[in-house]
Every structure is written in C-alpha cells, then in structure tokens.
C-alpha cells in the first residue's frame, strides 16, 4: 500500500503497545479507525486523542471470542464500507516451563496470540477479495517467532504458529489469484510494550487464583525476568514508522532489530545440520534482542 490517506485501518490491541502506536501513526496518515481492544478505559483515552485528527470507531470486545471479531467486523464495515488495512495485534505472554504451566495458560495464549488472528482473517479476507484494491494484512508476531529461548515456550509456539500461518496465507493468496491482497508479518524483539502486564488483562475464564503456579517462585521470577527485557527494550516511538515503511514497501517480514540477522540465518544452519538446540546462543539471542 503506497497511499494511505482515506484508508480505513482496523486494529486489535489498540489501547497498549504497538497497537495504539500504529493506530497512532495511521492517523498522522490520514487514515480512519476502527480500534478493538478489552482494557474500556485506556481504549477510550486512545480513541478520543485520534478522534481529533481523523474518524475513529471504538469496539471495546475481547478477541479470543470468535463472535466478537466477527461483530467488531460487522460494525466496520457498517460503518465504513470497507476494510483496506487488517492489523492483527492482540496477544499476551505467558512465561514458565511446560511442566509447570497451567493448561489454561497455554489455553489463554493460544487464543489471544493465535486464534484471535485466525478469526480475523477469516472474517477480513473475504471482504478484501471483494474490493477493487484488495488490501494489507499486517499479523504481529515476534522475533520468537524467527528464533527460541528459554522460559516461555507457550509465546515462542504461539509466535511460530503465526509466522508459519502467516506464510501459508500468503501462499494460499497467491494460488487463488488474489494478488491484490499482501500479507506481512511483524517480529520485532524486546520493544517497551506493555506485554509486561499481561496478567493486568487475564479474563476471568482463563483464571484460577488458587492455583498454586501462581503463587510460586518460578512464576514470580521469570515474570520479573519478562518485565526486565521489556523494560529495557528498544523504544516504542518508532515502531508505527517502521511498520508503515514496511506496508510502503510491501515487505512480508518488517523487522526492527538488525543484530539479530545472524542468529536468524544461524538458527536455519542448525537446522539443516540436523544441530540441537545451544543455550548459549539462546543467551546471545536474549543479549541482543535489545
């Protein structure tokens, strides 16, 4: 997509993180809203800023519910007649060894981080095989899903999952000659997001407060180690540029963190090689992910 202006952008997780800084850039764009996101207060706080400068629709719904893509869909297109830019970002992180986290984590995850794009594309795609211009599709996943490291396997399966379903989409577009509709993905590494506070927005049915994962110390401890690497990371200011470079350049995978490349040709060599995994070169991935 070259020209922005007057596009209408539909975004997940629009309250928090890169979610809000996209929805932010795509004003500065010109282009109008539709932001969908649970956390009501601080979607309504984003929603009136951008309502300022350009047409703004808030849903507030939670998107592990298949029922309220397809409503929160319905609303735009009722509204706007059109959908020119699907940008799938709401997820969360769970942290902990597989032996040790609760099924409803990887339940809660799944949901957010995948399936919420899955009913997304569902409900979007047709609409854009339908319009004269198509459209852009930009899934958020991450640099776990490019590479792994230790402490979270449930957000590296969920992060792989979307690069791979992403790609196949890709594919599947190209066999059904819809060459007017671009897939992309995002993977940046550590950025200062609010994935931090993941547990601030857990919905009640994927909560068990007498769990005792909850209260243990690998809980507490590598949920410390997530809100360190977040903390730390690259600065959330240029994330909407970057993207939206990407989209101008129609770019599938937009990245943001270059020092990472070598790991990421490195992992696909250990692989060919038939290589287990290194922890030490997890390590080096966790050092320059910043």
């Keep these: 997509m070259k020209d922005f202006n007057g596009k209408v952008a539909f975004i997940t997780g629009a309250a928090h993180g890169f979610g809000k800084a996209i929805a932010t850039k795509a004003a500065s764009l010109g282009m109008k809203l539709t932001l969908v996101d649970q956390d009501k207060a601080a979607l309504s706080k984003v929603a009136d800023e951008l309502s300022k400068s350009t047409e703004v629709l808030k849903i507030v719904a939670d998107v592990t519910e298949e029922k309220n893509v397809d409503n929160a869909v319905d609303e735009a297109m009722k509204k706007y007649n059109e959908i020119d830019l699907l940008v799938n970002d709401a997820g969360v992180a769970v942290p902990g060894p597989i032996w040790e986290l609760p099924t409803r984590d990887w339940e809660w995850i799944l949901h957010a981080d995948l399936m919420s794009q899955v009913y997304a594309l569902k409900k979007v795609i047709p609409i854009m095989m339908k319009q004269e211009n198509g459209g852009d599709i930009l899934n958020v996943a991450s640099a776990a899903g490019l590479l792994t490291a230790p402490g979270m396997p449930a957000y590296y399966a969920t992060k792989f999952a979307v690069v791979g379903m992403t790609?196949?989409?890709?594919?599947?577009?190209?066999?059904?000659?819809?060459?007017?509709?671009?897939?992309?993905?995002?993977?940046?590494?550590?950025?200062?997001?609010?994935?931090?506070?993941?547990?601030?927005y857990r919905p009640e049915k994927y909560s068990d407060k007498n769990d005792p994962y909850y209260q243990s110390e690998t809980f507490k401890k590598v949920l410390a180690l997530n809100t360190k690497e977040i903390t730390t990371g690259m600065p959330l200011d240029n994330m909407g540029k970057i993207v939206f470079k990407g989209l101008e350049?129609?770019?599938?995978?937009?990245?943001?963190?270059?020092?990472?490349?070598?790991?990421?040709?490195?992992?696909a060599e250990d692989a060919i090689n038939g290589k287990a995994p290194d922890l030490k070169k997890a390590m080096s991935f966790m050092t320059k992910a910043h």
């Design 249 to 267: 350049d129609n770019k599938f995978y937009i990245l943001t963190h270059p020092g990472l490349n070598p790991l990421i040709t490195g992992r």
């Design 167 to 200: 790609e196949a989409v890709a594919y599947d577009l190209q066999a059904y000659k819809q060459d007017k509709i671009h897939m992309h993905v995002f993977a940046p590494a550590f950025v200062h997001t609010n994935l931090d506070h993941t547990e601030d």
